[in-house]
């Protein structure tokens, strides 16, 4: 218990010490003063907008001419004479402005922190372009197009696909040539092709501008419509199976996982259900043979099976499976 009572005892005399500005140094030199506050300036330059002056800027005022300020930090100047100062901030780069005086007054008192705070205002120097790509027609899903800038010493490509947008970013305010491609044979441009369109600068916050071509598309396929009336009792509840020209077709399906819309789409063998029908994008032309497997043993499918359909190019033509079910013992 004495000896815990020496140790509040010590760290409160230490305590006195420090608060009187002194520190008692562990060696038993003696106390040593601390150091007495030095004439400061604190400036502060807060910068907005985009594009920021990238090597910062100059501080002139007396004996501090030509001290660098960076862009959005504070600087600390130590030991400066006593007396007033006229603080003027040079070095901004052609798309930043003061936001506020020229000049402004400082005094420098001895032992005091003296501050000072300038703002500026950058604007952007470069814009962009958003390009998209609405399509309409038929047989675009695998479709792919490009566009090529060019203008104010730059050139650019780009992909977009059908219906999409891609972003030109970077690029110096004026006047650009945009033109549109595509690498599909049975797309086309509608409207005005190449066309000309300006970038924008010089606003606080970067401007992009919108510029949109009309896409049509031509059919190169055709379509099938599978439809299944079933008669009689105990239909086959799983549906049927659909193969074509002796292979088994796959196609998109559905999983709602409890939402009425899908949740998600996967690939997946292709069911025909009872009374129901099912169709077949971008199917290629000629004649193909379908069938259905998997049909319950009770039930047959009427009339030609497998059968034939002939598929042309932009029409639907429709396939009508009749499935006849007896009942089950």
């Known amino acids: 218990m004495r000896q ?5 005892a010590r760290r409160t005399l230490l305590a006195l010490a420090a608060a009187a500005g002194w520190l008692a140094l562990a060696c038993g030199d003696g106390p040593t003063p601390l150091p007495a506050p030095d004439r400061t300036l604190r400036v502060t330059v807060v910068t907005t907008g985009v594009d920021f002056d990238s090597d910062g800027y100059l501080l002139h005022g007396d004996n501090i001419e030509q001290a ?4 959005g930090t504070v600087t600390i100047y130590r030991d400066l004479a006593p007396g007033s100062y006229e603080l003027r901030l ?16 400082v005094t420098i008192t001895e032992g005091q922190l003296s501050s000072v705070s300038f703002q500026v205002q950058c604007t952007a120097t470069t814009g962009a372009f958003q390009i998209s790509a609405p399509t309409t027609g038929r047989d675009y899903g695998n479709a792919s197009y490009f566009v090529e800038l060019g203008g104010e010493g730059i050139t650019r490509s780009a992909s977009v696909s059908p219906n999409q947008a891609v972003t030109m ?12 491609g595509s690498r599909a044979e049975n797309c086309t441009v509608i409207g005005q092709n190449p066309r000309t369109a300006a970038i924008s600068v010089g606003t606080p916050a970067y401007q992009t501008t919108a510029v949109a071509f009309q896409v049509e598309c031509s059919a190169t396929t055709g379509e099938v419509r599978l439809i299944s009336t079933t008669t009689g009792e105990d239909a086959d509840p799983d549906g049927y199976l659909v193969w074509r020209d002796g292979i088994q077709v796959f196609a998109p399906a559905c999983d709602p996982f409890e939402y009425p819309a899908c949740y998600y789409t996967y690939i997946a ?4 259900y009872p009374n129901a029908e099912r ?3 971008e199917t290629g032309p000629g004649t193909q043979i379908y069938e259905l497997r998997d049909v319950a043993p009770n039930c047959v499918v009427d009339g030609v099976h497998p059968r034939p359909v002939t598929v042309t190019v932009g029409d639907t033509v429709e396939a009508v499976f009749n499935v006849v079910c007896s009942s089950l013992p």
């Open 4 to 8: 815990s009572g020496m140790a509040a």
């Open 68 to 71: 660098v300020v960076s862009a």
């Open 169 to 180: 970013q970077g690029l110096p305010g004026g006047s650009y040539e945009l033109m549109f």
């Open 279 to 281: 169709l077949l994008r």
């Open 90 to 105: 040079d070095g901004l780069a052609a798309n930043c402005t003061l936001d506020g005086p020229d000049v402004v007054p």
């Open 269 to 272: 063998a292709l069911r025909l």
